[in-house]
């Protein structure tokens, strides 16, 4: 298993984390809610990068 510790690098995935756990960005739900779709789709593209494919 390999573990990827993102808080050794400056990212944008750093910036999105610290807005969601900053109270006053909490209260507006479509921020907070664009942020967690944007680790999301920052975390799959970090997985993907691990998984073996093949051109067909």
């Known amino acids: 298993m390999i573990i ?14 610290s ?3 900053d109270v006053s960005i909490q209260k507006d739900k479509m921020r907070f ?8 789709e920052i975390l799959s593209y970090e997985l993907s990068k691990t998984l073996d494919h093949k051109k067909k």
């Open 4 to 17: 990827h510790d993102f808080s050794c690098e400056n990212s944008i995935l750093n910036q999105f984390i």
């Open 19 to 21: 807005e969601l756990r």
């Open 33 to 40: 809610r664009r942020n967690i779709e944007r680790v999301g």
